[in-house]
T-cell receptor, first 108, second 114 residues
């Protein structure tokens, strides 16, 4: 089976940097995905790491270490609009399995 | 650019009633999924389909049924609604088993069973 662990809540100050960690257990690992979901909205895709290392997309970066079964999402220059839930997910030879999500609160 | 369209967006059901949540995608994706999300929780897979005529159970299929007669449509049927089925339901699609990690989601259908 597949399981993912991520912190349930994180609070950070506007303009700061925050890291959301995700550890996973899975058979047949293909990569790690990240999704953002605002309250009342649908999940939207942020990033995907198939290989070890850091992938950068604007203010957001995602990191993967396959040997440690670990990844993180890094959000820089936090803005109030970044307040949302963030989910890690593992694709593979079965449909996408999601973690329970990390609720990020950005405060002034 | 419609993407994945779900109807209805909101619905209140009485215990024991039945209903169908509709899902249509216009991206010619072979793979479609139904997830449910309870408050403050992640998404749990109900059913999925890898193409027309093919469906399979996910993690929480009890109380639901699906069909896939066309590539575009993947309706979810709730039989004998129960309060435990109060949730937000998301339909999603992809070309394959999300080998790019990206699913395309509908806006969700918020169902309350009283």
């Amino acid at each position: 089976g597949q399981s993912l662990e991520q912190p349930s809540e994180v609070t950070a100050v506007e303009g700061a940097i925050v890291q959301i960690n995700c550890t996973y257990q899975t058979s047949g690992f293909y990569g790690l995905s990240w999704y953002q979901q605002h309250d009342g909205g649908a999940p939207t895709f942020l990033s995907y790491n198939a290989l070890d290392g850091l992938e950068e997309t604007g203010r957001f970066s995602s990191f993967l270490s396959r040997s440690d079964s670990y990844g993180y999402l890094l959000l820089q220059e936090l803005q109030m609009k970044d307040s949302a839930s963030y989910f890690c997910a593992v694709p593979g030879n079965t449909p996408l399995v999601f973690g329970k999500g990390t609720r990020l609160s950005v405060i002034a | 650019n419609a993407g994945v369209t779900q109807t209805p967006k909101f619905r209140i059901l009485k215990i024991g009633q039945s209903m169908t949540l509709q899902c249509t995608q216009d991206m010619n994706h072979n793979y479609m999924y139904w997830y449910r999300q309870d408050p403050g929780m992640g998404l749990k897979l109900i059913y999925y389909s890898v193409g027309a005529g093919i469906t399979d159970k996910g993690e929480v299929p009890n109380g639901y049924n699906v069909s896939r007669s066309t590539t575009e449509d993947f309706p979810l049927r709730l039989e004998l609604a129960a309060p435990s089925q109060t949730s937000v339901y998301f339909c999603a699609s992809d070309r394959a088993y999300a080998n790019t990690g990206e699913l395309f989601f509908g806006e969700g259908s918020r169902l309350t069973v009283l």
